[in-house]
């Protein structure tokens, strides 16, 4: 199974980006779906979940600003993200839990995508 992240880039505050991050390989079904983020020297922070039923959850720092969707028919997760901020800048990661036998799960990591906010 292999995540694969793409949508990063350089935006000015207050802009916007959307990241995508597709799943493939030996897929049964996909459960969760996240995305993390992880800032220069700093630790790899959650940032929202979305279940295979839809409910979502956010960090407080991007709650209200970033929204994310998925699309199970292509086992894909995405991340809008709005008003963004200095300190949105980071690595993004998405991360999944994926079921490839109807017993078997695991959690998979994509590889990751730059976003930069900077005027």
């Known amino acids: 199974v292999q995540l694969q992240a793409f949508g990063g880039g350089l935006v000015q505050p207050g802009g916007f980006l959307r990241l995508s991050c597709a799943a493939s390989?030996?897929?049964?079904?996909?459960?969760?779906m996240r995305w993390y983020r992880q800032a220069p020297e700093q630790q790899r922070d959650w940032v929202a979940r979305i279940t295979a039923g839809g409910s979502t959850n956010y960090a407080e720092s991007v709650l209200g600003r970033f929204t994310i969707s998925r699309d199970n028919a292509k086992n894909t997760v995405s991340l809008q993200m709005n008003s963004l901020k200095p300190e949105d800048t980071a690595v993004y990661y998405c991360?999944?839990?994926?079921?490839?036998?109807?017993?078997?799960?695991?959690?998979?990591w994509g590889q990751g995508t730059l976003v930069t906010v900077s005027s």
């Open positions: 390989g030996s897929i049964f079904s996909v459960r969760s």
């Open positions: 991360n999944a839990d994926v079921k490839t036998t109807i017993r078997d799960s695991d959690n998979y």
